[in-house]
T-cell receptor, first 115, second 112 residues
């Protein structure tokens, strides 16, 4: 495992459809983050998992968004009833707990386009 | 409210120039500051800074943190066209969250 893996890389969907993205973190990393990035902006925090526990959700994460990390390994982010404003790059990052070296490494992202 | 501000927003230089990118932050329970380079895809990690005054260096890139004045700089010497990218600064909160709060980034364009 050489890095954080996200799938799919690109997704085009019609407004109102549901979409699900997957993130596979670096294998020994117990922390997992989801971010959203729109053009010309830095990544915005969405949610954070430590192992399987979802410890924080941003106010940006409306009730149409849900994230899971059922076994503390891979994570999924689902968006229900997509809207055009959901179009963005969805980035996943992972890091290791403790040891003072907890830099986060990002995946390649899933670019969502809602038409 | 936590915030990270980067300046300049964009910068155009010629190969061989030296550039300095700025990042100021106001973050509750600040833990560390991270710099990333983003070309068309995912941000790639450059530096993590936790202590004031200690320069981190990697090749032509270097960075330093001032926790008293709440800012960091990223220096790139002898710039090359391959340095063209968006440079993101993120401040990490400590505690249970450990989330990174990012600035909008500095878009650097290095012309031949």
């Amino acid at each position: 495992d050489t890095g954080v893996s996200q799938d799919p890389r690109h997704k085009i969907t019609k407004r109102g459809q549901n979409v699900t993205f997957r993130c596979d973190p670096i294998s020994e990393h117990n922390r997992l983050y989801w971010y959203r990035q729109t053009l010309g902006q830095g990544p915005e925090f969405l949610t954070y998992f430590q192992n399987e526990a979802q410890l924080e959700k941003s106010r940006l994460l409306s009730d149409r968004f849900s994230a899971e990390r059922p076994k503390g390994s891979f994570s999924t982010l689902e968006i229900q009833r997509t809207e055009q404003g959901d179009s963005a790059m969805y980035l996943c990052a992972s890091s290791r707990d403790g040891g003072g070296s907890d830099e986060a490494f990002f995946g390649q992202g899933t670019r969502l386009t809602v038409v | 409210e936590d915030k990270v501000v980067q300046s300049p927003l964009s910068l155009v230089v010629h190969e061989g120039d030296t550039v300095t990118l700025n990042c100021s932050y106001e973050v509750t329970n600040f833990r560390s500051l991270l710099w990333y380079k983003q070309e068309k895809k995912a941000p790639t990690f450059l530096f993590m800074l936790t202590s004031s005054g200690i320069e981190k260096k990697s090749g032509r890139l270097s960075s330093i943190l001032d926790k008293k004045e709440l800012f960091s700089i990223l220096n790139i010497t002898a710039t090359q066209t391959g340095d063209s990218a968006v440079y993101l600064c993120g401040a990490k909160r400590g505690g249970a969250t450990n989330k990174l709060i990012f600035g909008t980034g500095t878009l650097l364009a290095v012309q031949p």
